[in-house]
């Protein structure tokens, strides 16, 4: 469906004034049952701005987490740590103790970083987040692999690097599952984060508020002899605004020009039901 919306010209005093003088065209048996509906406009809009306020000047853009850089940094040592001891297609094209250097270093890295992740409290973006899940699991899984691959090369790999790299390797690499796994469980369990209220469908909020003021806006029929008689109430009394303000206040008519102020903000309830109730 498709809202109308009007964004008012002229600066804040101008706006008010015309407002001012719009309001005395409001029918007298009308003017209380007016003043509500302009309110209830202008009184959404300072809920909508409230829930969901716009970006302001400066403000940085949002930037990842330095726990999920460091929970994309422990995977991916942990995963390096366990593929480079996964057989080659042909046994002689891999230096045992070139793996082995890359492997318990990579694996000690992993398993730091991923239980420190375990043990501080989850953020509110990881919480039941399926990308946080998916890390979890792909670490455990790598050490798993690895660990297979590291006992039926036992041999190979003790002997290239020595018992003690061979042992390190073993222990980082239970770290890593144990790790892993906790956070997994963390993930799934910790409660959700909060709702960013800007997710709910804000665009929803601010239709409601244009159509609320589209309605008010067309409550009085804007025809010849109303046409005329404000354009004389502006040519005598407005004429000291701005002439795009005149212009456009006298396209609108008068009570969609004051449906419009409290859609854009330039008066709130409390000034319209003043202004009404002295005109």
């Known amino acids: 469906m498709i809202v109308r919306e009007v964004v008012l010209a002229g600066d804040a005093d101008d706006i008010r004034s015309v407002v001012a003088l719009a309001v005395r065209r409001v029918p007298e048996g009308e003017r209380a049952a007016w003043s509500s509906q302009v ?26 987490t330095g726990r999920w850089i460091a929970l994309v940094a422990g995977v991916a040592a942990s995963f390096a740590g366990a593929t480079v001891l996964l057989p080659p297609r042909n046994e002689g094209n891999q230096d045992p103790a070139l793996a082995m250097a890359v492997a318990v270093p990579a694996m ?37 692999a690895g660990a ?36 997994a469980v963390r993930v799934i369990s910790a409660p959700a984060g909060p709702t960013d209220r800007r997710a709910d469908r804000p665009d929803d909020a601010a239709r409601d508020v244009a159509v609320s003021a589209d309605r008010a806006a067309s409550r009085f029929a804007y025809g010849t002899d109303e046409r005329r008689a404000w354009s004389a109430v502006m040519a005598r009394d407005g004429a000291s605004v701005d002439d795009a303000v005149r212009t456009q206040a006298e396209r609108l008519g008068p009570f969609a020009y004051v449906a419009w102020a409290a859609y854009g903000g330039h008066v709130d309830a409390r000034t319209v039901d003043e202004l009404i109730r002295r005109g």
């Not at 406009?41 to 949002?62: E, H, I, L």
């Not at 239980?115 to 050490?143: D, E, G, K, Y």
């Open 39 to 64: 309110a209830g406009v202008a009184n959404k809009r300072t809920r909508v701005q409230t829930a969901s306020p716009g970006p302001r000047a400066g403000d940085a853009a949002p930037r990842p």
């Open 108 to 144: 000690v890295v992993g398993a730091a970083v991923l239980l420190a992740l375990a043990f501080v409290t989850v953020p509110s973006a990881m919480r039941r987040n399926a990308t946080a899940l998916a890390c979890a699991i792909i670490a455990a899984v790598a050490a798993i």
């Open 148 to 183: 297979v691959f590291a006992l039926l090369r036992r041999d190979i790999l003790m002997g290239a690097a020595g018992a003690p790299a061979y042992v390190l390797w073993w222990a980082a690499a239970a770290a890593v599952l144990v790790a892993s796994v906790a956070l």
